[in-house]
C-alpha cells in the first residue's frame, strides 16, 4: 500500500514530496510522508537565500532538519536546487564580474553541495534558465557568463558530491513544446563532452485538463538518453484523469524514475487556492488519490 510502494512495484524508484520543517512539524503530513512516500524536496531550505544569504556565511539550520528526518525515516532526497535566478540573494545578482561570478557559484556549490554529500539522491543543479522560446533567459548568470554557467553549476556539483544524479529542473515542459526543444538542446550542448547532466527534471506544475501534452514530453526528455523525473508535480483542481494520466506517461516512459508531487496536503501548497494535491486541506485522501493507486 501507499503511492511509493505501487509505484515501485513498476520498477519506478519513488514517489516524492516537497517538504520542510515546516511541514515535518505537522503530524497528520507527517503520518502520510511515511505511509506513502519515498523521497523528500526541500521545499524552500536548500535555496541559495536560505543557504547563503550573506557572502560566504552560511546557514544550514532547517536543510538539516529535513535532511535529519529524511535520513532517519529512510526517505530519498531530491536536493533543491543550487542555481536559480530566484530566491537568490540581492548580493548574488549585483554581480557584474564573470571571475567573481564563477568563484561565488563555485563556493556555494563546494559548501552546499558538499555538506550533504553522499546523502543525496539527486540534485537540481540548474533551476529555470530557459525562456518559453527554448533560450536561456536574462539573469545574473547567463548575463555575466552566458550559456557557460551551466556547465561551471555541475563541475561544480560533481566535484562537491560525485554520487548524487545531477539534474537540470525546469517548469513548462508539459508537451513537445519549444521550451522541451530547448532544453534538449541545451543538454546535448553541455553534455557533448563528457556527461556533466544526469537527468532532466520536469516540475509539471499544471492546469486543469492540462496533463495531455505529457507522454510528449516525457518522450522527448528521455529522446536525451538521460534519467527523467517529475519534480513539482501539482494540478489544478486534482481531477483524477489529470493525475492518472501523468502517471502513466511516467509507468510508459522507462527513463522516468520518480513522481514527486509538490507537497501533500492542499492545506500546504504553494497553490493552496488551486486544491491541486492528493490530499484535501483536512489531510483526507482526494478521488485522485484513490485514482492513482487503482491506476498504479
Ligand atoms: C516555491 C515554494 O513552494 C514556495 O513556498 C516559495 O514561496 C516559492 O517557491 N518552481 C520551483 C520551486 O522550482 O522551488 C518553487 O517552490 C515553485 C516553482
Known sequence: AGLTSSFASHGKKFWGSAADPNTIGISQNVAILKSDFGGVTPENSMKWDATE????????????????????NG??????????HSQLPGWVSSISDSATLT??????????????????????VVNECLGEDGNLHSSVFFNVLGENFVSIAFRAARAADGGAKLYINDFNL???????RGMVGLVGRVNSGGKLIDGIGTQMHLGAGGAGGAQAALSALASTGLEVAITELDIAGASSNDYTTVVNACLNT???????TWGVSDANSWRSGDSPLLWDSNYQPKAAYNAVIQDL
Open 254 to 260: 522507462p527513463q522516468c524514475v520518480s513522481i514527486t
Open 75 to 84: 526517505k530519498l532526497i531530491r536536493g533543491h536546487t543550487l542555481v536559480w
Open 53 to 72: 544569504p550573506n557572502q560566504n556565511s552560511f546557514n544550514f539550520g532547517n536543510s538539516d532538519q529535513l535532511v535529519n528526518w529524511a535520513t532517519s
Open 103 to 124: 568563484s561565488v557559484i563555485q563556493n556555494h556549490i563546494s559548501n552546499v553541495a558538499g555538506r550533504y554529500a553522499g546523502k543525496l539522491y539527486s540534485w537540481d
Open 174 to 180: 508539459d508537451s513537445n513544446n519549444a521550451k522541451v
